[in-house]
């Protein structure tokens, strides 16, 4: 069985910066896609970046130049550095984990609130 558990959310002004942390318990980190997810309300949840075990990475658009996604497999831990934040970047992120063999995220965290004011 796969945990994840997040931390690092907050509120902050437009422009500051948050790193999320996400700790994964239970299974062979390195056999382990990780991905942020986001969900603003009354919107859908979103992927925001993703990392697979050789640290490649993927940004969405809405993102791509402001986050980087990485790991640190001696730790079992991934971070999102949000950098020049944004009023629309407002939402619960959420830490997921599938497993290399799979293609659905099947692992996910309880979720942390970032709220940026402008």
């Known amino acids: 069985q796969v945990e994840l558990a997040e931390s690092g959310g907050g509120s902050v002004q437009a422009g500051d910066s948050l790193r999320l942390s996400c700790a994964f318990l239970?299974?062979?980190?390195?056999?382990?896609?990780m991905g942020w997810f986001r969900q603003a309300p009354g919107k859908e949840r979103e992927l925001v970046a993703q990392?697979?075990?050789?640290?490649?990475?993927y940004e969405s658009d809405s993102v791509k130049g402001r986050f980087t996604l990485s790991r640190d497999n001696a730790r079992n831990t991934v971070y999102l550095q949000m950098n020049s934040l944004k009023p629309e970047d407002t939402a619960v992120y959420y830490c997921?984990?599938?497993?290399?063999?799979?293609?659905?995220?099947?692992?996910w965290g309880q979720g942390t609130q970032v709220t940026v004011s402008s």
């Open positions: 239970g299974r062979t980190f390195s056999m382990y896609v």
């Open positions: 997921a984990a599938k497993h290399i063999s799979t293609s659905e995220f099947g692992y």
């Open positions: 990392i697979t075990s050789g640290s490649s990475t």
